[in-house]
């Protein structure tokens, strides 16, 4: 009697955006998003989502703690196109007006089990010095009009940027039906699974990486 064969995979992806660390700023707040390949469909939980404002502690003045829950659960046919999440923060500038404070995006941990990220988060910079004076005087920064071209990297080349703090995540994931498909995702006895990442302008038609 022949098995039925699934014809997709599920991710599970349970988590929290743990915190940053903003040296310059405080009283900040995230939003994330994720970005995914054509054959990727969430099936149930958040794929966006906006946390309160923080501040930073007497015992940790350069941290900030949100602890934001994330859960979603994607399907797919094949492992291309590999989830990311998008990281933006913003706050208010000397005027009182809400201003980005970076953007970083990284992928979804590959391997089933427990890992902890940390995304370099970078802003958008003016190309002259009237413009950013400009930009400063009327609480106008540059930013995206859409974060997520941040993980698909087209025309990024052309962006002049600057680097400026981290924010920190921890994820839990779960796979089902990925080994039946032919795709091995088992650690290996070298690999990590709480390591860290840098962000990088990869796109979701991009192969991910095998950790």
Known sequence: MATNTP??????????????????????????????????????????????????????????????????????????????????????????????????????????????????MFVPESTSRLQKFTSWLLGRRPEFTDPKVVALGEGREVTRVRSQGYVSLSFNIVSKDMKRLGYDTTPTETAQTSSHTHAAGIGPGDQPYSL
């Open 7 to 120: 014809s997709v995979f599920l991710l599970m992806i349970n988590g929290q955006i743990e915190g940053a660390n903003f040296p310059e700023y405080d009283e900040l707040y995230c939003k994330y998003c994720f970005v995914y390949g054509h054959d990727w469909a969430p099936t149930s939980g958040l794929e966006e989502g906006i946390s309160q404002i923080t501040s930073k502690g007497r015992n940790s003045p350069h941290t900030l703690v949100w602890n934001f829950p994330l859960e979603i659960t994607f399907k797919s046919t094949n492992p291309f196109g590999w989830p990311q999440i998008v990281v933006s923060v913003y706050g208010p500038d000397t005027f009182g007006n809400d201003v980005v404070r970076g953007y970083g995006a990284t992928h979804i941990p590959i391997t089933p089990g427990q890992h902890t990220r940390t995304i370099p």
